[in-house]
């Protein structure tokens, strides 16, 4: 973790706050829930059912959210998969492609407008609600591949959300300019047990199959923060 980075997120989380924080059971997702638990915020944790291909990490997401008594939600928008072809994460025609992030070949697990649909939603969801913050976990090692993860696009989507709502709700993205490997060493700082409270597998069998993109970039960052 680089020092700014650092100091930001010691800033940001001086004062318990209400939070949504969109939760997929992932690795970052989970760590970014327990950094908020850890500060006192009162959280409530959303995940979605966007028609992907297996439901593991949402039922890490519920056993962990029972887990922490954290009010948590799971959301059914399956009916957009229909719309949003054509990739290997909600097409059963695509098949999983396995290597590292960078490979061009990992394009083809870009959902479009995931990440805008699932905030658009938990934006609304923190406005009704009455919390003054949403929580998001995407971090740098995503921004080659996706989109939306990149700074601009929160930069983006919080003006758009301040801007479409009567009451502020800021955005709190505090890994953008993290490694997963920061994250991780923040999760173990927090008492994460990544194997027993987080799933990231993209092909969702009985155990991990340690070749897609999302798995291999989960054992380097594990290695390197136990290293």
């Avoid at 994250?183 to 969702?204: H, N």
């Amino acid at each position: 973790m680089t020092a700014p980075a650092a100091k930001v997120a010691a800033r940001e989380l001086l004062m318990p706050r209400r939070t949504v924080c969109v939760f997929s059971g992932g690795m970052d997702s989970t760590t970014l829930l327990y950094q908020l638990f850890d500060a006192g915020d009162e959280v409530l944790a959303v995940s979605f059912d966007y028609g992907q291909r297996h439901r593991k990490e949402l039922e890490f997401a519920a056993r962990t959210a029972a887990r922490l008594e954290i009010e948590h939600r799971i959301t059914d928008i399956s009916a957009v998969s229909g719309l949003l072809q054509g990739n290997a994460l909600t097409s059963g025609s695509v098949a999983v492609p396995h290597g590292h992030y960078q490979d061009e070949s990992m394009r083809v697990t870009v959902v479009p407008n995931r990440n805008m649909i699932m905030m658009a939603i938990a934006g609304g969801y923190a406005v009704a609600r009455g919390c003054d913050r949403l929580a998001v976990a995407v971090h740098a090692g995503d921004h080659a591949v996706y989109p939306d993860c990149r700074p601009e696009f929160i930069r983006n989507f919080e003006a758009a959300l301040r801007s479409g709502n009567y009451e502020p709700v800021a955005v709190y993205a505090p890994f953008t300019g993290w490694t997963k490997t920061d994250i991780v060493r923040l999760g173990l700082k927090l008492g994460i047990d990544y194997e027993r409270d987080t799933w990231s597998c993209y092909e969702g069998g009985a155990e991990p199959c340690g070749r897609c993109g999302t798995c291999v970039e989960r054992a380097e960052a594990l290695a390197a923060a136990a290293g």
